[in-house]
């Protein structure tokens, strides 16, 4: 299978592969990953670790319909109706 695009379509997508691969530090200072070094994500101007880290607190629920995860949303301490945001399965104990 081909797909076929045209010029302008090539330049945004070049475009956004570019962004995705720039490292935005708090302090304003930016670089691409691939001149990172040995610790790309480690800005070198302040020092601070700008990888991007999983919520290591965060509770998943298993779609019992189509078995993906999913988290449940908490609003003013109360929780959401577990719904999948897959296959839109009401999860309830």
């Keep these: 299978m081909r797909i076929q695009i045209s010029e302008s379509q090539f330049k945004t997508l070049s475009e956004v592969v570019k962004k995705n ?3 935005e530090c708090k302090c304003g200072h ?3 990953l691939s001149d990172g070094g040995k610790d790309p994500y480690i800005c070198h101007e302040c020092g601070r670790d700008n990888e991007k880290k999983k919520d290591e607190t965060a509770k998943y629920i298993k779609c019992r319909n189509c078995n993906k995860k999913f988290t449940q949303t908490i609003y003013k301490n109360k ?7 897959t296959c839109g399965t009401v999860n309830k104990d």
Excluded: Q
Excluded at 79 to 85: A, D, E, G, Q, R
């Design 21 to 23: 691969n720039k490292v």
């Design 30 to 32: 930016s670089w691409d």
């Design 79 to 85: 929780k959401s109706t577990p719904v999948c945001p």
